[in-house]
């Protein structure tokens, strides 16, 4: 027994003294390239952009091999606004990256934003294009959910602006950009104090979206909202280009845009600070309805709109005649001057809207003994396909040809074949420029299904138009039984398909 216990003694003692004089091991590449990048994530936590780079580039040289800490790497020298290296960074992983999921996906809205930065327009085109062949392809499930993305950064003195594009193939949404303008804070002057008081501010948003125009039609807004006040800089007939609204948004950052218009989005009582009563009073047929307070103020915008009698589809044939525009939008604010900032209110609130307040509002407004085109056009603009199907077959028998060809548009877009229906009975009584507004909506429903009508600007275009309404009525004939709503249909592709 001592015998053993003497072995033991011996072999622990030896144990011991050999594991004291063996040498530690020694770090390898690769953890040395994890300690980098622990050191890049801390500085990147404190906005230190350039510092971070310079961790995750030291890093790469020791993993050379790593993927992570190349994004990591990309990620930092855009924010370090190297936007050079960033995107050097950036095609390397692209070129090793699997087509059409959602790491291409993800590499690729990157490179949008980095493309931006270097002004590489024509390379930012093409890559917004290959996002949205993803988006189509339907490999990537985070392209398939994404409403949009950040088409650029924009870096001023103090702010950053980020511009968000919508992804929106076939209109529903009423915003095509959103540009946050964020307060910046230089890294080196940053302490506590600033970094908890100026982390995330936002000062500002812009957008342009979809509005009824002050003197009735559909049409584009350029708007800002900042502090307690909206301002409109600029409407538009048709969708604006990304260059010209880009443009007019640095003009109104460096403060040298003129706003058309402005009103406080919010009156206070500067001696109690509280909200003060609306100047307008509700009238007595719409309080006498007993709405919620929400349903109470669509109806109430509503009913200021009835007012405004405008030939809504007076636009629609201006056209792009830009001179024409703006001496329309000259005398219809000057005969309306508030109408634009009503037909605001109410999209702002049928937007923030729960369904059973829209259809107490709507059930409210159909009770109105008449109501004005420009109303009806308004409404519809805001409601989009949130329309209760009430409010779209009444629209539908407007007197204004916009509204009606609107409300046929919804319906057919929301499943109801009526709507068809009423568009291509709409043809068949249109001249030459009714026709071409027509067949947009006939288009976006079912496809491009037969050729478009002549050309109205063309000499021959009433000789012409005959013909083409036979072949429009034969292609509804054969084809209108043979129709169904495709529920499944994804962006892009037409709402019906044959059975």
Same mark, same amino acid.
């Given at each position: 027994m001592m015998y053993i216990q003497? *072995?033991? !003694?011996? *072999?622990?003692?030896?144990? $011991?003294?050999? =594991?004291? $004089?063996?040498?530690p091991p020694k770090p390898t590449a690769k953890d040395d390239a994890a300690a980098l990048v622990k050191e890049g994530r801390a500085f990147f936590a404190k906005a230190h952009y350039a510092e971070a780079l310079r961790s995750f580039e030291k890093a790469l040289l020791k993993d050379p091999a790593g993927k992570e800490i190349r994004t990591m790497a990309a990620v930092s020298a855009y924010w370090a606004q190297q936007p050079q290296r960033a995107l050097e960074y950036w095609n390397y992983l692209y070129d090793v990256t699997p087509r059409g999921g959602n790491e291409e996906w993800n590499l690729q809205m990157n490179r949008v934003m980095t493309l931006s930065a270097l002004g590489k327009w024509e390379a930012v085109d093409l890559a917004i294009l290959r996002l949205r062949e993803i988006r189509e392809g339907g490999k990537s499930k985070a392209a398939r959910d994404a409403t949009g993305f950040v088409r650029e950064n924009y870096f001023g003195k103090g702010m950053r602006a980020g511009f968000w594009e919508s992804l929106d193939e076939r209109g529903e949404s009423p915003t095509l950009w959103k540009i946050n303008v964020m307060r910046e804070v230089d890294p080196s002057k940053r302490n506590k104090e600033s970094l908890k008081e100026t982390a995330n501010e936002k000062v500002a948003t812009l957008a342009v979206e979809t509005v009824a125009l002050p003197g009735g039609g559909p049409g584009f807004s350029l708007s800002e909202e900042a502090g307690d006040v909206r301002r409109?800089?600029?409407?538009?007939?048709?969708?604006?280009?990304?260059?010209?609204?880009? &443009?007019?948004?640095? #003009?109104?950052?460096?403060?040298?845009?003129q706003a058309l218009s402005e009103?406080?989005?919010?009156?206070?009582? &500067?001696? +109690?600070?509280?909200? +003060?009563?609306?100047? =307008?009073?509700?009238?007595?047929?719409?309080?006498?309805?007993?709405?919620s307070p929400q349903a109470e103020a669509i109806a109430f915008n509503a009913w200021k709109l009835n007012a405004v009698s405008a030939d809504v589809s007076r636009l629609s044939r201006i056209?792009?005649? #830009? =001179?024409?525009?703006?001496?329309?939008?000259?005398e219809f604010n000057t005969r309306f001057p508030t109408a634009a900032a009503t037909a605001n209110e109410l999209a702002e609130a049928v937007t923030k809207a729960k369904p059973e307040v829209l259809f107490d509002a709507c059930d409210a407004i159909l009770k109105f003994p008449a109501r004005s085109a420009y109303l009806e056009f308004s409404l519809l603009t805001a409601l989009n396909t949130r329309t209760p199907e009430g409010i779209l077959l009444a629209f539908s028998k407007s007197s204004d040809a916009v509204v009606r060809?609107?409300?046929?548009?919804?319906?057919?877009?929301?499943?109801? &074949?009526?709507?068809?229906?009423?568009? *291509?009975?709409?043809?068949? &009584?249109?001249?030459?420029?009714? $026709?071409e507004v027509i067949k947009v909506f006939v288009d976006e429903l079912v496809g491009h299904a !037969?050729?478009?009508?002549?050309?109205?600007?063309?000499?021959?275009?009433n000789e012409k138009l005959k013909d083409w309404k036979l072949i429009a009525a034969q292609w509804h004939d054969e084809n209108m039984p043979l129709l169904k709503y495709d529920v499944n249909s994804q962006p892009g592709e037409p709402y019906w398909i044959k059975k």
């Amino acid at each position: 027994m001592m015998y053993i216990q003497s *072995f033991l !003694f011996v *072999f622990l003692a030896a144990a $011991c003294l050999r =594991a004291f $004089c063996e040498e530690p091991p020694k770090p390898t590449a690769k953890d040395d390239a994890a300690a980098l990048v622990k050191e890049g994530r801390a500085f990147f936590a404190k906005a230190h952009y350039a510092e971070a780079l310079r961790s995750f580039e030291k890093a790469l040289l020791k993993d050379p091999a790593g993927k992570e800490i190349r994004t990591m790497a990309a990620v930092s020298a855009y924010w370090a606004q190297q936007p050079q290296r960033a995107l050097e960074y950036w095609n390397y992983l692209y070129d090793v990256t699997p087509r059409g999921g959602n790491e291409e996906w993800n590499l690729q809205m990157n490179r949008v934003m980095t493309l931006s930065a270097l002004g590489k327009w024509e390379a930012v085109d093409l890559a917004i294009l290959r996002l949205r062949e993803i988006r189509e392809g339907g490999k990537s499930k985070a392209a398939r959910d994404a409403t949009g993305f950040v088409r650029e950064n924009y870096f001023g003195k103090g702010m950053r602006a980020g511009f968000w594009e919508s992804l929106d193939e076939r209109g529903e949404s009423p915003t095509l950009w959103k540009i946050n303008v964020m307060r910046e804070v230089d890294p080196s002057k940053r302490n506590k104090e600033s970094l908890k008081e100026t982390a995330n501010e936002k000062v500002a948003t812009l957008a342009v979206e979809t509005v009824a125009l002050p003197g009735g039609g559909p049409g584009f807004s350029l708007s800002e909202e900042a502090g307690d006040v909206r301002r409109i800089y600029k409407y538009w007939t048709s969708r604006p280009n990304y260059a010209e609204v880009r &443009k007019l948004v640095i #003009a109104v950052l460096h403060g040298e845009a003129q706003a058309l218009s402005e009103k406080p989005i919010r009156l206070v009582d &500067k001696g +109690t600070n509280e909200p +003060t009563a609306p100047v =307008a009073q509700v009238p007595l047929e719409i309080l006498a309805l007993g709405l919620s307070p929400q349903a109470e103020a669509i109806a109430f915008n509503a009913w200021k709109l009835n007012a405004v009698s405008a030939d809504v589809s007076r636009l629609s044939r201006i056209g792009g005649d #830009a =001179a024409a525009f703006e001496n329309y939008m000259r005398e219809f604010n000057t005969r309306f001057p508030t109408a634009a900032a009503t037909a605001n209110e109410l999209a702002e609130a049928v937007t923030k809207a729960k369904p059973e307040v829209l259809f107490d509002a709507c059930d409210a407004i159909l009770k109105f003994p008449a109501r004005s085109a420009y109303l009806e056009f308004s409404l519809l603009t805001a409601l989009n396909t949130r329309t209760p199907e009430g409010i779209l077959l009444a629209f539908s028998k407007s007197s204004d040809a916009v509204v009606r060809q609107t409300s046929a548009d919804i319906m057919g877009r929301i499943g109801n &074949k009526v709507g068809l229906e009423l568009l *291509f009975s709409e043809l068949d &009584k249109a001249d030459a420029r009714g $026709c071409e507004v027509i067949k947009v909506f006939v288009d976006e429903l079912v496809g491009h299904a !037969f050729d478009d009508p002549p050309n109205s600007q063309a000499a021959d275009a009433n000789e012409k138009l005959k013909d083409w309404k036979l072949i429009a009525a034969q292609w509804h004939d054969e084809n209108m039984p043979l129709l169904k709503y495709d529920v499944n249909s994804q962006p892009g592709e037409p709402y019906w398909i044959k059975k």
